[in-house]
Nanobody, 125 residues
Framework: QIRLEESGGGSVQAGGSLRLSCTDS????????LGWFRQAPGNEREFVAA????????YYGDSVKGRFTVSRDNAVNTGYLQMSDLKPEDTAVYYC??????????????????WGQGTQVTVSS
């Protein structure tokens, strides 16, 4: 059973950077694709990025392409989201999620089985 926990959120000024981590306390991390989503108040959960089990494939939402980088280290059961050139519109609760589905790359919420509790990212102008 995969159990995810995010860390690394916080407050930063526009143009700054943050790195989020997503750690699995279970033992099957490498069996899952890993995704990152975010949700701002009043908005639906939005796809941010996803990475395959073997790290070879990565996908990004249009709003973060060129600014965010997704990665993972299966040896330590941890995924990462490096966020650069942050903008106030990036302010949201960020969630990591794990998917067994073969369609994880589509970035749909319903394809992800397990979710972390979320971490707040606030970007001020």
């Amino acid at each position: 059973q995969i159990r995810l926990e995010e860390s690394g959120g916080g407050s930063v000024q526009a143009g700054g950077s943050l790195r989020l981590s997503c750690t699995d306390s279970g033992s099957t991390f490498s069996d899952y694709a890993l995704g990152w989503f975010r949700q701002a108040p009043g908005n639906e959960r939005e796809f941010v990025a996803a990475i395959s089990r073997n790290r070879l494939r990565k996908y990004y939402g249009d709003s973060v392409k060129g600014r965010f980088t997704v990665s993972r280290d299966n040896a330590v059961n941890t995924g990462y989201l490096q966020m650069s050139d942050l903008k106030p519109e990036d302010t949201a609760v960020y969630y990591c999620a794990a998917a067994r589905s073969n369609q994880w790359y589509l970035g749909r919420v319903e394809d992800f089985n397990q979710w972390g509790q979320g971490t707040q990212v606030t970007v001020s102008s």
